[in-house]
């Protein structure tokens, strides 16, 4: 019975936007995210996957397929559905997109955009803004689940909410309530995969299902959330970099805290704002008496990623997990993990002054370069970076610059699929009178 009920959802799914699809690949690389994927076979010449960005100026749009990125060029006789133009798909990062393209010379060009708007399912009485999910919360009979990937998850989540993925949905529905009149509300990052998830579950027949639309980047802007213990042990291990803040008194701490946390006692946290650092996107993680109160302070002083480690310090301990003992550090040290093949502001001046064996290429369009550019770099527009190729001499790395970094990261996309070794400069790049700057972003 589930599974006749199962094929309607999916169906409606499918009818949005989506012609039937038979299995095919493009090249050596899958073209379909794996969440797409669920309901989708892959099909020659159609691409699905996650909206990363896209330049207007170079007409490039970088898409997000899970296991790798994918770089497309539009042009002015591609079209668009669902959005208003090109410039509308920026306000859609993150979301979830299909393009239908052809491949000529090594190269993607987009024949149509589509963006996958599934939210065209969910009715208005379904869906829950921010206030009328805490509302909802309160009842103890609420079942709330997050459909985003575990990992995501455990690094933060809404406090008393359960795990239901939706890529994996089938694996964790088990934890679906046994009554099916259970209210259950559904957040993810206000996309495709509550609402996939929720077609499922109502398919499955369940009468009161909702989701919470702006999901958990609308939570944190006025709340805070929950780390579960298991990340912030992979934290450790891997040297993700996040600031841990034990509240206990100093002489609990002393004789014994989780590795690497700094002791600040929960009332002299208010004295200790400018110990915090200038970064607010860092992540920073409270336990300890106190541990909400405390978290609620710190987002106030507007840090945007600040949850709370519920398990007590006796419990961590006992489950074996990284402890030391003695004084803590008297600063908090914490340093962003820079993206997957960047070079950082330093690199690159020392790069500039002595190339060496580097190459700088500047992908910004000609006309932009009038301004200023550095000088021994070669100028290749973002969106022809793949053509020319063979122009950027052979055995020496290529480092990619342009204004604001999103077109130098596409282009590096493109070179790394070449086989071409690269990094690219995540930075804000302008020229004064002629004189580079460069500010971190």
């Known amino acids: 019975m589930q599974k006749k009920k199962l094929v309607p959802a999916v169906a409606l799914i499918a009818a949005l936007t989506w012609a039937p699809m038979t299995m095919a690949q493009t090249g050596s690389k899958s073209t379909t995210a794996k969440l797409c994927g669920m309901c989708h076979e892959q099909q020659q010449g159609v691409m699905m996957g996650f909206l990363e960005n896209i330049s207007l100026k170079s007409k490039i749009i970088q898409m997000d397929i899970m296991s790798h990125k ?126 996939t998830a929720s077609l499922k579950t109502k398919s499955l027949g369940y009468t009161d299902v909702k989701i919470y639309i702006g999901g958990y980047p609308d939570w944190v802007k006025t709340e805070t959330g929950v780390t579960a213990p298991d990340w912030v042990k992979m934290a450790i291990g891997k040297g993700v970099p996040h600031v841990l803040i034990d509240l206990r008194d100093t002489a609990q701490v002393k004789k014994g805290h989780i590795k690497g946390a700094v002791g600040i006692e929960r009332n002299k946290l208010a004295a200790s704002k400018n110990m915090f650092p200038g970064n607010k996107m860092a992540p920073i993680i409270v336990y300890g008496p106190g541990a909400t109160n405390a978290a609620e302070m710190i987002h106030s002083w507007g840090y945007k990623k600040v949850q709370v480690m519920p398990m007590p310090f006796a419990a961590w301990q006992s489950a074996g997990n990284p402890v030391q003992s003695g004084a803590t550090a008297s600063k908090i040290a914490y340093k962003a993990k820079a993206k997957p093949g960047t070079i950082s502001i330093a690199d690159f001046k020392s790069a500039i002054e002595h190339p060496g064996q580097m190459v700088i290429v500047d992908v910004r369009n000609p006309d932009e370069c009038t301004a200023g550019k550095i000088g021994g770099s070669m100028n290749i527009p973002a969106d022809l970076v793949a053509q020319r190729v063979k122009d950027i001499p052979a055995g020496k790395e290529i480092i990619l610059y342009c204004n604001t970094g999103v077109r130098a990261e596409m282009a590096h996309t493109a070179l790394a699929q070449m086989g071409r070794k690269n990094r690219f400069l995540d930075a804000m790049v302008s020229f004064d009178d002629g004189e580079l700057e460069i500010e971190a972003k």
């Open 70 to 195: 994918e770089v497309v060029k539009f042009t002015n006789q591609t079209t668009v559905k669902y959005v208003k133009d090109f410039a509308d798909i920026r306000n859609y990062k993150k979301k979830g997109f299909q393009i239908n393209f052809t491949e000529k010379n090594g190269e993607k060009i987009a024949n149509e955009i589509i963006r996958f708007d599934i939210l065209k399912t969910v009715t208005n009485d379904e869906r829950l803004t921010k206030a009328q999910f805490k509302k909802l919360r309160q009842n103890p009979t609420t079942k709330i689940y997050d459909v985003r990937p575990p990992m995501k998850y455990k690094m933060a989540h809404i406090p008393d909410t359960g795990l239901m993925p939706a890529p994996a949905f089938d694996k964790f529905i088990g934890k679906l309530p046994k009554n099916k009149n259970t209210p259950i509300i559904f957040y993810g990052v206000g996309g495709c995969l509550s609402p």
